[in-house]
């Protein structure tokens, strides 16, 4: 089971990243996929969620019109889009395949 992030990296404030992560290993299609984020010295935060499907999603009140959770079943991958970005979505982002795997993470640094 293997679950690869990529897409992270350094933006400036205002700045657009989209973060994928590539699933193999497993039956993605029957899993919910979900992101989180952790900020040095703070825990683990759910950032977006999407069901098996794709027609259902969540966000996080603090990223709510600003992330947008995708994923396509037919290449085994979620996305996640990130717009607007500011200095405190500075996280290591992780996507995991609710409730068993998770990814080994990807830095984004959100800084001018």
């Known amino acids: 089971v293997q679950l690869v992030e990529s897409g992270g990296g350094l933006v400036q404030p205002g700045g657009s990243l989209r973060l994928s992560c590539a699933a193999s290993?497993?039956?993605?299609?029957?899993?919910?996929m979900r992101w989180y984020r952790q900020a040095p010295g703070k825990e683990r935060e759910l950032v977006a969620a999407?069901?098996?499907?794709?027609?259902?999603?969540n966000y996080a009140d603090s990223v709510k019109g600003r992330f947008t959770i995708s994923r396509d079943n037919a290449k085994n991958t979620v996305y996640l889009q990130m717009n607007s970005l500011k200095p405190e979505d500075t996280a290591v982002y992780y996507c995991?395949?609710?409730?068993?795997?998770w990814g080994q993470g990807a830095q984004v640094t959100v800084s001018s």
């Open positions: 995991y395949a609710f409730p068993r795997f």
């Open positions: 290993g497993f039956t993605f299609s029957r899993y919910a």
């Open positions: 999407i069901d098996s499907a794709g027609g259902s999603t």
